[in-house]
């Protein structure tokens, strides 16, 4: 069974750094290809960062490229996001995500991911 929990948002000012952590409760972390989306009010669920179960291979949206930075540490089932160069239209819920399969365009799609954190709410003021 896969927990995920989602820590590490809160309110910065633009420019500023934030990482978020995602813990699974689980046992089988390292079988999951982990996902991390965001929601900003009034708008769909968009999808920000996804990484394979070794941690070898990652894919971003355009969008974060060159500032946001997924990574894991299976030993201690989490995931990380570290968000560099914050911008307000970075403000949003942001959620973690666990799926057992992996391809570089399902990855992006909320519906490949079976399992789901709470969110954690990143405010970045200009």
């Known amino acids: 069974q896969v927990q995920l929990v989602e820590s590490g948002g809160g309110l910065v000012q633009a420019g500023d750094s934030l990482r978020l952590s995602c813990v699974d409760s689980?046992?089988?972390?390292?079988?999951?290809?982990m996902g991390w989306f965001r929601q900003a009010p009034g708008k769909e669920r968009e999808f920000v960062a996804a990484?394979?179960?070794?941690?070898?291979?990652?894919y971003y949206v355009d969008s974060v490229k060159g500032r946001f930075t997924i990574s894991r540490d299976n030993g201690k089932n989490t995931v990380y996001l570290q968000m560099n160069l914050l911008k307000p239209e970075d403000t949003a819920v942001y959620y973690c995500?666990?799926?057992?399969?992996?391809?570089?365009?399902?990855?992006?799609?909320?519906?490949?991911?079976?399992?789901w954190g709470q969110g954690t709410q990143v405010t970045v003021s200009s």
């Open positions: 995500a666990a799926s057992s399969t992996w391809s570089t365009n399902g990855v992006q799609s909320p519906g490949w991911y079976g399992y």
């Open positions: 689980g046992r089988t972390f390292s079988s999951y290809a």
């Open positions: 990484i394979k179960w070794s941690g070898g291979t990652t």
